[in-house]
């Protein structure tokens, strides 16, 4: 048997205070979730993304729905 690896999307934020709101939003709908620092800053943003164990699509959907801006992601 092998072991399913769930899906990681990386979300860059605009701002620390975004990146902590988008946390609480998704942990409140169940997403296991984690902010980090970025070693750089974007020409975009302060630095910050959230990390979630979760496909992309329904987690982007939750933040625009819940008004939490975003950047950009990827998807591992």
């Known amino acids: 048997m092998s072991e399913v690896i769930p899906m990681t999307t990386t979300i860059a934020m605009p701002s620390l205070t975004h990146a902590m709101k988008g ?3 998704l942990q409140a ?3 296991h979730t ?3 620092k970025l070693k750089q800053a974007t020409a975009q943003g302060c630095g910050y993304s959230l990390q979630v164990q979760a496909e992309a ?3 982007l959907q939750l933040l625009e729905r819940s008004a939490v801006p ?3 992601f ?3």
Request: net charge negative.
């Open 23 to 25: 946390q609480k939003v």
């Open 29 to 31: 709908a169940g997403f």
């Open 34 to 36: 984690q902010v980090h």
């Open 57 to 59: 699509a329904p987690v």
């Open 70 to 72: 975003f950047l950009s």
């Open 74 to 76: 990827t998807e591992e």
